[in-house]
């Protein structure tokens, strides 16, 4: 198994995302945003929490345009795997690989400490090892977490199946207390926490290394 992390200036979790990705028992590669291309024979590829080029524009919008997103898209047009935590989350909504956008937080401060989501599916590589109600703590880090999207997108993303997560109490006026987002295939994965930072006794918990080994064992399986 191989994992991909992009790098961008103002990345800051990357290495964090590197690390839980070898933890799980992928083989990991970091990719400067300036490559055109990914490494070959990558699974998955990792899009990490930050403030890629200062938050300039809006979070995650020149990220979204950078030399690697075009590889980006590519891999996951043709199905392969993204995890993006975050400032992640923002580059793909950013870049048309999810639906919504991420807006300023409602009560405007920044917000960084542990909260519980609940897992809401299960039938995806990223959380088929939780149970469906399940309640996890992940840290949050973030000034634009409100997840915004439209009435007719948000009933179809729920008939669907495809919010994974829910904040229990929603810290920063996401609708309908979204947390994460998966797109039409279930193999890519935008969320607002940070499960990678959730892997070891030491960070304070490790309720997100189920994400981590979940991902692995769908793709030894496959």
């Keep these: 198994m191989k994992a991909a992390v992009l790098v961008f200036p103002g990345s800051n979790c990357d290495r964090d995302l590197a690390v839980?990705?070898?933890?799980?028992?992928f083989e990991t590669e970091m990719v400067w945003h300036k490559e055109t291309a990914l490494p070959e024979g990558v699974d998955v590829v990792g899009v990490p929490g930050g403030f890629s080029y200062g938050d300039y524009l809006r979070c995650g919008a020149i990220a979204a345009r950078s030399p690697i997103a075009r590889a980006l898209v590519a891999h996951a047009e043709r199905g392969g795997y993204v995890f993006a935590?975050?400032?992640g989350f923002q580059i793909l909504c950013e870049a048309g690989l999810l639906p919504g956008a991420l807006?300023?937080?409602?009560g405007l401060k920044y917000i960084c400490r542990t909260v519980p989501l609940r897992v809401e599916e299960t039938e995806?590589?990223?959380t088929a090892g939780y149970a469906r109600n399940q309640v996890i703590d992940i840290p949050i880090a973030h000034h634009d977490g409100n997840y915004t999207i439209d009435d007719e997108t948000l009933r179809r993303l729920n008939a669907e199946a495809r919010i994974?997560?829910?904040?229990?109490?929603?810290p920063n006026g996401a609708k309908d207390g979204i947390a994460g987002v998966l797109s039409e295939n279930r193999r890519v994965l935008g969320m607002m926490p940070h499960p990678e930072r959730?892997?070891?006794?030491?960070?304070?918990g490790t309720d997100?290394?189920?994400?981590?080994?979940?991902?692995?064992?769908?793709?030894?399986?496959?």
């Design 208 to 222: 997100g290394a189920g994400l981590f080994r979940g991902l692995a064992q769908a793709l030894v399986a496959a």
């Design 164 to 170: 994974p997560f829910r904040y229990v109490t929603t």
């Design 124 to 126: 995806s590589a990223f």
């Design 103 to 106: 807006l300023r937080n409602a």
């Design 198 to 204: 959730a892997i070891d006794p030491l960070q304070g």
């Design 20 to 25: 839980a990705f070898r933890g799980a028992g």
């Design 85 to 87: 935590p975050c400032n």
